[in-house]
Nanobody, 123 residues
Framework: VQLQASGGGLVQAGGSLRLSCAAS????????VGWFRQAPGKERELLAA????????YYADSLKGRFTISRDNAKNTVYLQMNSLKFEDTAVYYC?????????????????WGKGTLVTVSS
């Protein structure tokens, strides 16, 4: 499975962006996918995760309902809708996939990572 994150860019505080994680590989639909981010000088953090069937979703408490994860297995794509963006959301955003949803949630030994996409929020 190869992953490609896109959709980042420059946005004003309060604005919205939708990130996409496009995957190659016929088995993508059987993988859990998560969105992570890493800001300069900070550790990487898990923002949201979705199981292969979308019956389980996880969101970091810090997001307070501003982000929504979804997937379209027919298009081999997972999305992260980000609303009410804040300056502190500025970071490189990565998507990752693992056959095990629990491992993905733990951030443990994740199988596949995509290259990041930069999100810059101006204050």
């Amino acid at each position: 499975v190869q992953l490609q994150a896109s959709g980042g860019g420059l946005v004003q505080a309060g604005g919205s962006l939708r990130l996409s994680c496009a995957a190659s590989g016929r088995t993508f639909g059987s993988y859990a996918v998560g969105w992570f981010r890493q800001a300069p000088g900070k550790e990487r953090e898990l923002l949201a995760a979705i199981s292969w069937s979308a019956d389980r979703k996880y969101y970091a408490d810090s997001l307070k309902g501003r982000f929504t994860i979804s997937r379209d297995n027919a298009k081999n794509t997972v999305y992260l809708q980000m609303n009410s963006l804040k300056f502190e959301d500025t970071a490189v955003y990565y998507c990752a996939a693992d056959a095990d949803y629990t491992d993905l949630r733990k951030g443990y030994d994740i199988e596949y990572w995509g290259k990041g996409t930069l999100v810059t929020v101006s204050s």
